[in-house]
């Protein structure tokens, strides 16, 4: 008789879980707290499925290769049913500069590097319809999670949960697919069961508004000037969505105080959007018209649970996925393929084997294998992140010798060497895609010399591969939107001192 498996949760996590454990004689029932989605298509899904399960499902979201390569080679159906549905795929040429135009030759890798961009509801919303279709799976929505039955032992075993009308639901597997948000520690610790946990602030937040083309527009040409950028006291981001639609992100940091009380108000927010080179055409009235307020997103958290500290696992049958075992910041774009990859490691692990203190070690291996590099980078590049906004409000300090070297090597080495070669901007996607360790191409020798090789020519020589200024300076863009530019330094200043 094959295993029941409960999963709460049927957001990505959940969607994944189910795809990635179908199949043989297992049952699979996903406990989803949010009704089902509206009847019709895309556009309805996004304007009336209430979600308060998924607190980020309408901020901007762009799937990483990662997660479309498991979509092609493991589910082509739904990638199919995806792009039918008016999802898009852009590919590696996408990301390709004049000059490196110049000189490009496809290669097989190239394949792998495309990305898909949709609105999250029309990805859920296909990905449900494709995974309630599977062998064994059924979605019961508006089902709430009151407590979890846990069998005590040696080590404490989940057997099963009870609902808040009443019942009981046994299970063989328990999958923690709930989110960020999710209630299962808390349910843990109340029977007695402690799941240690890290984490630390990402230092942002984030605020996104959705746009759609009018009839008969098209989006701005490329190359006017970068849809992405970061001003240190902001960054942005412009993802095209599937139907038309579009969405932009700013992200700023926590310290910024004033700019966060402007920014919620959509007049502000398509201000800032006009002082952007690479943005502001797509907005122009005449192009497109906003279909959103403004959306906010705060308290974000790097957070890492670890399942069996010294090699003894916490409690069996019980496994958390995507941000319910490991939760990043959204700038780097890899929740959604966390998400994937963990329900994938999760569904290895247990075709590995019957005992559940070796599948469970064996799910934490995994995890610790295919996503922590990644978390580490992540965690590291947020802590880097938050000493450059501070210190931005503080006055000036001279740099080191080692800094100013370093400054130079990643401003007028790493990333100008990336908008000359071809090479090298393949082999940074494929860590930053999740298609290998995030630092391997880094400690490549043949590289490191290609980067010292642009960098040694000297930023005269190299002035053509510059791009161009991609935002106002911060006195000048709080000075357009009648900001007090000088209250978040002086508070700052005054908190160091």
């Known amino acids: 008789m094959g295993e029941r498996i409960l999963v709460i949760g049927a957001g990505m996590a959940g969607l994944w879980s189910a795809m990635a454990l179908a199949g043989g004689d297992r049952e699979i029932l996903l406990l989803d707290r949010d009704p089902s989605p509206p009847d019709g298509g895309a556009d309805v899904a996004f304007e009336d499925w209430k979600r308060r399960g998924v607190s980020h499902l309408r901020h901007s979201h762009a799937f990483l290769a990662r997660l479309r390569t498991l979509a092609r080679d493991r589910h082509p159906a739904l990638l199919d049913a995806l792009l039918e549905a008016g999802c898009r795929e852009l590919g590696f040429e996408g990301s390709l500069t004049e000059r490196h135009k110049q000189n490009y030759r496809p290669e097989p890798i190239d394949q792998d590097l495309a990305i898909l961009t949709s609105r999250r509801t029309t990805l859920e919303l296909v990905m449900r319809r494709y995974a309630e279709q599977l062998p064994g799976v059924t979605i019961q929505p508006e089902t709430f999670v009151k407590s979890l039955i846990v069998e005590p032992g040696a080590t404490a075993r989940v057997t099963g949960v009870r609902l808040e009308d009443g019942r009981e639901l046994a299970c063989d597997i328990l999958v923690d697919a709930a989110g960020r948000n999710s209630q299962a520690p808390e349910l843990l610790a109340a029977a007695g069961v402690a799941i240690p946990e890290t984490s630390e602030a990402c230092g942002v937040i984030y605020y996104t508004r959705h746009y759609r083309l009018e009839p008969g527009a098209a989006e701005p040409p490329r190359g006017a000037g970068s849809t992405t950028g970061d001003l240190g006291y902001l960054k942005f981001g412009v993802f095209p969505g599937d139907n038309g639609c579009f969405s932009i992100t700013l992200c700023v940091p926590e310290v910024e105080e004033e700019m966060r009380k402007a920014i919620v108000a959509p007049e502000a927010f398509d201000a800032i959007c006009r002082t952007l080179p690479g943005v502001a055409a797509w907005i122009e009235p005449e192009r497109t018209r906003p279909t959103s307020r403004v959306f906010g997103m705060g308290q974000l958290e790097s957070r890492w649970r670890e399942l069996a500290p010294g090699d003894q696992p916490v409690v069996l049958g019980f496994f958390p996925v995507g941000d319910s075992i490991v939760r990043t910041n959204p700038l780097y774009g890899r929740g959604c393929s966390f998400a994937a990859v963990s329900a994938h490691l999760l569904a290895d692990s247990l075709l590995a084997s019957r005992d559940p203190a070796e599948r469970l070690k064996c799910y934490r ?11 580490d980078a992540m965690r590291q590049a947020d802590r880097s992140a938050i000493k450059r906004a501070r210190a931005a409000l503080l006055p000036p300090k001279p740099l080191t010798l080692r800094g100013r070297l370093m400054k130079g090597f990643l401003e007028d080495g790493v990333a100008i060497a990336m908008r ?59 000075e357009t939107l009648g900001i007090p530019h000088l209250a978040d330094m002086e508070r700052v200043r005054a908190e160091a001192a």
Request: glycine share 4%; proline share 9%.
């Open 420 to 478: 000359e070669d071809v090479a090298l901007l393949r082999a940074f996607l494929r860590g930053f895609h999740m298609l290998e360790h995030p630092n391997a191409w880094l400690k490549r020798p043949a590289n490191i010399a290609r980067i010292v090789r642009v960098w040694a020519r000297g930023k005269t020589r190299n002035a053509a591969l510059y791009p161009p200024k991609s935002g106002p300076e911060r006195t000048e863009m709080f």
């Open 365 to 375: 291996d995994a995890l610790n294998r295919d996503l922590r590099p990644y978390y």
